[in-house]
Nanobody, 120 residues
Framework: QVQLVESGGGSVQPGGSLRLSCVGS????????MAWFRQAPGAERESIAT???????TYRDSVKGRFTISRDNAKNTLYLQMDSLKPDDTAKYYC??????????????WGQGTKVTVSS
């Protein structure tokens, strides 16, 4: 059974940094594409970064140059380094996994999320 557990959320002032982690279990982590999503109160969930099995990455325009997605297959762990945080980054952040080549929207498994609050 695929399981994903996020951690690392919290409260931070604008301009600060946080590093989110997501530990996967129950599947062959290295064979899965991984992604980070977020959902702000009253808003739809949005994809912010993806990383495939070849470590190719994509980013939402609003986080490019500030966020970095990475993975450590030996530790079955996905990371999201978030720098220069803004109040608009306040949301619950989720990691997701899908078999390589499969749609994350149709075949993704999701964690429970970790909350990030950016406020002065």
């Amino acid at each position: 059974q695929v399981q994903l557990v996020e951690s690392g959320g919290g409260s931070v002032q604008p301009g600060g940094s946080l590093r989110l982690s997501c530990v996967g279990s129950g599947f062959s982590f290295s064979l899965y594409s991984m992604a980070w999503f977020r959902q702000a109160p009253g808003a739809e969930r949005e994809s912010i970064a993806t990383i495939d099995t070849e470590n190719e990455t994509t980013y939402r325009d609003s986080v490019k140059g500030r966020f970095t997605i990475s993975r450590d297959n030996a530790k079955n762990t996905l990371y999201l380094q978030m720098d220069s945080l803004k109040p608009d980054d306040t949301a619950k952040y989720y990691c997701a996994a899908a078999p390589s080549g499969w749609s994350m929207a149709d075949h993704g498994t999701w964690g429970q999320g970790t909350k990030v609050t950016v406020s002065s």
